[in-house]
C-alpha cells in the first residue's frame, strides 16, 4: 500500500519563549523569606506640546502618549488610559507566565484583549462637569485571556485566575491606594 504524507498527519506544537524556572522559584523564596519587601518602578514624563507627552522609563525608548483627534489631541500614539490598560495587560501576561512557568505548564498561545469604560465628563477638571473622583476614570474593566498549552482547560483556568489574584497592577486598579501629587521642589 503506498501512503502519502497527507495520510499520516503529524501534529508539531510550538511552545511560547520560556522563562527562567529556577531564578523564578529563587525570587518567590525571596518574597517568602521577606513578604514587606517593595521595589519600585520610577517614570519621567516630558510634555511636547498639545497633548503628546514621553515617558522615560530607564534606557528604553521612551513611551508615547498623546490623546485622540475627539479630545484636542494628534492622535500620534496611544491615549493614557490605553496605556494604563496595555500596563494591566502586560502585568496578567506576566503573572499567566509565571504561573504557568511555576506549574510546569508550557503555553503555546497567550493572548489578552482588554476593555474599559472611562469617564472624564470634567474634562480634566477644566470646566466640565462637578464630579467626585470616584465618577471619573475606569468605570469598568473587561478582561478576555485566550490561552492554550498542555494543560487542561481547568488548569488553564487556575493559572489566569491565580495571576489575576496576585497581578501588582490589577491590584493596583481595583484597591484604593495612597497617592499624593504637588509640585517638585
Request: glycine residues 10%.
Amino acid at each position: 500500500m503506498n501512503t502519502s504524507v497527507s495520510d499520516n498527519p503529524t501534529t508539531i506544537s510550538a511552545h511560547l519563549r520560556p522563562i527562567d524556572r529556577d531564578g523564578l522559584l529563587a525570587f518567590a523564596e525571596k518574597g517568602r523569606n521577606d513578604p514587606d519587601r517593595r521595589g519600585k518602578n520610577n517614570v519621567h514624563t516630558v510634555m511636547q506640546g498639545q497633548y503628546r507627552s514621553l515617558s522615560y522609563v530607564g534606557a528604553h525608548t521612551p513611551v508615547v502618549v498623546d490623546e485622540p483627534l475627539h479630545l484636542f489631541g494628534e492622535d500620534t500614539a496611544p491615549a493614557p488610559g490605553e496605556i494604563a490598560l496595555s500596563g494591566l495587560g502586560g502585568c496578567l501576561a506576566v503573572g499567566i507566565t509565571a504561573v504557568a512557568t511555576w506549574k510546569q505548564v508550557k503555553l503555546s498561545r497567550l493572548e489578552i484583549f482588554l476593555e474599559a469604560d472611562i469617564g472624564n465628563t470634567a474634562a480634566w477638571g477644566a470646566g466640565g462637569a462637578q464630579r467626585e473622583p470616584s465618577q471619573m476614570g475606569f468605570q469598568d474593566i473587561r478582561v478576555k485571556v485566550v490561552i492554550e498549552g498542555d494543560a487542561s482547560r481547568e488548569e488553564l483556568d487556575e493559572i489566569v485566575r491565580q495571576a489575576n489574584f496576585n497581578s501588582p497592577v490589577a491590584n493596583t486598579m481595583r484597591n484604593p491606594i495612597p497617592m499624593s501629587v504637588s509640585l517638585a521642589d
